[in-house]
């Protein structure tokens, strides 16, 4: 009897003991997470820091490149609608056209131009020069000119702003060469009172157009020249 109270005795100090040692373990254990909970917070705040330090980073990263662009834009010329305010419409008369040659012996207003012209655009030779010269001047105004200065007109050649269209034209219609800029100039002008709104369009035939098409009579002496007893050619009283 003695013997199973002590058996009993001992097992249940042995179970005691298991027991403590489990709570042992399981306080260790509690160390162990909390110490790594803490390690991971610490990590975190650490992870934190640092991106808040990236965020200012790219911040000042931002502003430096607002301050470069905006430097870099004031350098940048001024762009193609900038440009269309150098001739805003066709010039009417000479005294306008003299203006504007004054005006090409300033380096950067010529700059401005020369842009300008380039801007316009052109297919061809032919449509460069055409294009050009109908956006800087009338009909009206070109009808005082011709390449050379003959038959009592105004020497075109002799202007900067027709080298400044040579050389706008030779930069943007390929193939283009000098002599053809200058027949194309040339064909131009000696049209452009026939064409529909120049000084002599209302002798141009009901199928003529404005590319250029010469009238059937350039003026009315032709006309009385060609008449037959006092009626006109085609006409019979």
Known sequence: MFLQIQKMMNQHQKSTAEILLISMLLTLVDLVLMTMVISGIDDLKGGVKSLLVQI????????????????????????EDDNLSIIE?????????????????????????????????????????????????????????????????????RLRLCTMIHGAVLK????????????????????????????????????STDSGTMPLFSDDSQILRMSFKGSPVGFTI
């Open 89 to 157: 419409k066709p010039m009417e008369s000479i005294e306008e056209l003299n203006s504007l040659e004054n005006s090409l012996g300033d380096k950067e207003f010529r700059k401005s131009l020369s842009r300008f012209l380039r801007t316009i655009g052109g297919s061809t030779t032919g449509d460069a020069v055409r294009i050009i010269l109908k956006r800087i001047g009338t009909l009206w105004l070109w009808s005082k000119y011709s390449y050379k200065g003959r038959m009592g007109k105004i020497a075109i050649c």
């Open 56 to 79: 200012a980073s790219l911040k000042d990263c931002q502003t430096e490149l607002t301050k470069m662009m905006a430097k870099a834009l004031m350098q940048v010329p001024k762009d």
């Open 172 to 207: 943007t219609v390929k193939g283009s060469t000098t002599k053809i800029i200058e027949k194309e100039i040339s064909e131009f002008l000696k049209h452009a009172p026939y064409q529909r709104g120049g000084p002599k369009s209302k002798v141009l035939s009901d199928t």
